[in-house]
């Protein structure tokens, strides 16, 4: 009896200690941001502030935060609308096409899955001087779309061929070819697919740092994990600017998460699940 | 009229599939392709002469003890993500799967550390290991030490930076097993109840043989992602000081867009690439032989 308490207690204990690793140090980012920077200075980064200030967001909001927000925002929704459209055909083919090379192309597809970004960096850096995209927000849609393209054409294809194949069979009996059966009957069915997958890639677009670091140099191109780089250095000596910035580049993602967190879960699950 | 009807098909087929491998081709197969001719060359990126120097760059890495040293980083690193994420994750992933419906909240908020950007995260604990006021050194004033800096010391700054990487994994691969807890039948559960075993005996006996298969993805998911690690070390360290947290990507972006070595860069980017898949393919093999011997 004694040790079934005991255990008990022990795997509250270890609840307990990872809720307060994951929230601690959000915490953290919250209050030092309400501080002022003589607060900070005097007191460091442990204590509550002397004085709640909300001067630090009025700084760093009419310093022109949101034309970051605007650059991810477009970046993002420009390459979702891309890869989905693509992806939805390309899904269509390997779900519904019997033809044997469409399934070669298929394992293709899979094995381009594990090429790092690394890889493929330096040339996609060079090539995208040469078509004259360099340091515009343009050049980071390619590889967005194209690197998120095998993870969501393979979780787009499992989940047309649950399709039940009647349904197919009714449809030729009714006449419409391969264009009306996609865009009237399989689009429409795999809105919970699509959506799924639509979150697991919005979240890697919005967070992405290796292409933007390298596609993009001036500030009006810069996506906002970029401008976060780019505020260290600036306001290096004022840190709670620096965490306001920091919370208000979190927000987003918190309040999507605060209202979607069920199919956000099962997004990331259907991607984690690609092995 | 069936010749017609098989090309209508194919046509149709090459219809749907040609965007997708528009992208694909021209952002990873081409690039994978020029990456190696670019090892090839003397050239640093922007200057008309570039020189074909054949294998000269090959010889170099072989004798690069930088990038030996960041292929050992990355080693350690896969080594450490295993040993200690999966038991994190995995038993977390379980302790939410046991509570059921309740575990709602627990397991929004567990998930959060990996819905940031790398660089917010990286940003918030360089300031969380600062050395003027950060928490080692307030750990250590506490106990009439001195200041502490544990990304600037050689010894620890690896480690350091290991620990977010932690911070922002377990959430990940915790979603991962909770999806493979969830595929496990309830019935199983209550069955191993009315034979009155244990939580421990049910996690270890039943649960963990059963999850065999995501336990090896999840593994070769780490590998890869261990090797190819690049954000956190950079946005933390740039891979300081003087070498001691470099990871193979940080050297290969500092030697081109910093130091400007194009085409050495590029070669170690193909050294990378051909660890990865041998690494990848070497651990599938070894994890599938066990298998078969059981």
């Not at chain 1, 909300?54 to 991810?72: A, L, Q």
């Not at chain 1, 992806?87 to 070669?104: G, H, M, P, T």
């Not at chain 2, 377990?170 to 034979?195: K, T």
Request: charged content about 10%.
């Amino acid at each position: 009896m004694i040790k079934k308490y005991t255990v008990k207690i022990l795997i509250r204990v270890y609840a307990a200690v990872f809720l307060a690793l994951s929230l601690l140090p959000f915490y953290m980012m919250i209050i030092n941001s309400l501080k002022s920077s003589q607060d900070y200075g005097r007191n460091g980064f442990f204590t509550i502030p002397e004085e709640i200030k909300m001067i630090n967001y009025v700084k760093v909001i009419t310093d022109g935060i949101f034309s970051y927000f605007k650059n991810s925002i477009v970046v993002a929704v420009v390459s979702l609308l891309i890869l989905l459209a693509i992806a939805l055909c390309a899904s269509y083919a390997f779900s519904r096409i019997r033809l044997r090379w469409v399934n070669l192309l298929f394992m293709l597809v899979i094995a381009s899955m594990t090429i790092s970004i690394h890889v493929a960096l330096i040339p996609i850096y060079l090539l995208t001087r040469r078509i004259a995209l360099y340091d515009t927000i343009a050049a980071l849609v390619g590889p967005y779309v194209a690197f998120n393209l095998p993870i969501t054409i393979f979780i787009l294809t499992s989940f047309m061929k649950e399709i039940p194949v009647e349904l197919e069979e009714s449809a030729w009996i009714d006449g419409c070819g391969h264009f009306r059966f996609f865009l009237s009957i399989i689009t429409p069915l795999s809105k919970a697919g699509i959506i799924t997958v639509a979150i697991y890639d919005i979240i890697s677009m919005w967070n992405e740092f290796g292409f933007a670091l390298v596609l993009t140099q001036s500030p009006n191109t810069r996506t906002l994990p970029l401008a976060l780089w780019n505020y260290k250095s600036q306001y290096g000596s004022n840190v709670p600017m620096l965490f306001a910035v920091l919370v208000l580049s979190v927000l987003p993602m918190a309040i999507a998460f605060a209202f979607g967190q069920d199919k956000l879960i099962k997004g990331m699950m259907a991607g984690a699940v690609k092995g | 009229m069936r010749k017609r009807g098989t090309l209508k098909l194919n046509m149709t087929a090459a219809f749907f599939l040609l965007p997708a491998f528009f992208f694909i081709i021209v952002y990873i197969f081409y690039p994978v392709v020029d990456v190696f001719h670019l090892s090839t060359l003397d050239w640093n990126g922007i200057s008309p002469n570039k020189i074909n120097i054949g294998l000269e760059n090959w010889k170099t890495l072989l004798h690069d003890k930088y990038f030996f040293t960041a292929a050992l980083h990355n080693i350690l690193i896969v080594v450490l993500s295993i040993v200690v994420q999966m038991p994190l994750a995995i038993t977390l992933a379980f302790m939410l799967d046991r509570m059921g419906r309740r575990s709602g909240i627990l397991k929004v908020i567990y998930y959060l550390p990996s819905l940031f950007s790398t660089t917010a995260v990286g940003l918030l604990f360089s300031f969380i290991y600062t050395p003027r006021n950060g928490i080692f050194t307030v750990i250590s004033k506490l106990f009439g030490g001195g200041i502490v800096d544990v990304l600037g010391n050689p010894h620890t700054s690896l480690l350091a930076v290991f620990s977010v990487i932690c911070w922002t994994a377990v959430p990940y691969y915790m979603v991962f097993y909770l999806a493979a807890f969830s595929g496990l039948p309830q019935e199983l559960y209550e069955a191993a109840v009315i034979d009155s075993a244990n939580l421990r005996q049910y996690f270890f006996g039943i649960a963990l043989p059963l999850l065999k298969n995501s336990i090896k993805t999840a593994c070769t998911l780490s590998l890869i992602g261990s090797l190819k690690y690049f954000d956190l070390v950079y946005i933390m360290t740039e891979g300081g000081p003087n070498y001691s947290s470099d990871l193979m990507a940080t050297y290969m972006y500092r030697l081109t867009f910093k130091s400007r070595q194009m085409g050495y860069g590029a070669t170690v980017a193909v050294g990378m690439f051909l660890i990865i898949t041998t690494f990848t393919y070497l651990f599938q093999y070894l994890i599938n032989r066990n298998a078969k011997e059981e």
